[in-house]
């Protein structure tokens, strides 16, 4: 999917593309915060951008394809909760719910970014727990 820099950002904050996820996507900023990375590695896969995907996913736990799925029609991002994961934070958690489509009907999903480990709860929210001593790589 091709996003311009004047459409609201796939993420959900209601900000542009160019002021929200786009410099994190381009390495022109980090994210600062747990929920900032989560939304830009959301973003990272409605736009299938593989390198932001690869870049930002701990070795520790990146798959041999860090690749975004094709043929996934992401639909939303809802963020629960976080807790802590702020700029002064050594760790923090995000709860969320991301939304998509695919050929095999509609569905949750969850990935992997540096620090944070993923499960299931309540069968259908999603927990992940943040740790900025993990660099990004």
């Known amino acids: 999917m091709t996003i311009s820099q004047d459409d609201p950002c796939p993420c959900g904050t209601g900000e542009l593309f160019q002021h929200c ?5 381009t390495g022109a900023a980090a994210p600062e915060t747990a929920e900032a990375l989560m939304r830009s590695r959301y973003t990272a896969f409605v736009v299938g951008d593989d390198a932001y995907l690869a870049a930002s996913w ?20 809802r963020i629960r909760d976080t807790v802590a994961g702020g700029p002064t934070d050594q760790t923090g958690e995000v709860e969320f719910v991301a939304h998509f489509r695919s050929t095999e009907g509609p569905g949750i999903s969850c990935t992997n970014v540096p620090g944070l480990h993923a499960k299931l709860v309540a069968g259908s929210t999603l927990t992940e727990s943040f740790s ?3 660099p990004l790589q």
Not at 21 to 25: E, M, R
């Open 21 to 25: 996820c786009q410099p994190f996507l």
């Open 58 to 77: 701990h070795s520790a736990t990146r798959p041999e394809d860090p690749s975004a799925p094709r043929g996934i029609d992401w639909r939303r991002l």
């Open 132 to 134: 900025n001593r993990s």
